[in-house]
Nanobody, 127 residues
Framework: HVQLVESGGGLVQPGGSLRLSCAVSGGTMRANCMGWFRQAPGEEREAVAVVHVKSGNTYYIDSVKGRFTISRDNAGNTLDLQMNSLKLEDTAMYYC?????????????????????WGKGTQVTVS
């Protein structure tokens, strides 16, 4: 069955960069929408960035605009998140997801799918 596997997390100093990757395995991911989410200790999970597969349109939460870039390879096998100018408040477990509703700026993106897929997450610590 289709699985999402994240990698690339780690410990980085403020101002540093990390690149997260999400690999699709076990089949073809025929998603309409893919995204990155994060959850800090004691906080609710939040959407960080999403990309519509067909249009290529991307959406970011305000706190990461200009610092993070979401990208997807043409084959649909990987989803990346380039994170620059990292801040202490970016510390969280980061998850890759396909077709999971994502609230960004008051708008719900990626809604309407029958099911969503999630990876197990990769930890990002800025310290």
């Amino acid at each position: 069955h289709v699985q999402l596997v994240e990698s690339g997390g780690g410990l980085v100093q403020p101002g540093g960069s990390l690149r997260l990757s999400c690999a699709v395995s076990g089949g073809t991911m025929r998603a309409n929408c893919m995204g990155w989410f994060r959850q800090a200790p004691g906080e609710e999970r939040e959407a960080v960035a999403v990309v519509h597969v067909k249009s290529g349109n991307t959406y970011y939460i305000d706190s990461v605009k200009g610092r993070f870039t979401i990208s997807r390879d043409n084959a649909g096998n990987t989803l990346d998140l380039q994170m620059n100018s990292l801040k202490l408040e970016d510390t969280a477990m980061y998850y890759c997801a396909a077709d999971s509703p994502a609230k960004i700026g008051g708008t719900i993106y990626c809604a309407g799918a029958n099911r969503s897929f999630w990876g197990k997450g990769t930890q990002v610590t800025v310290s």
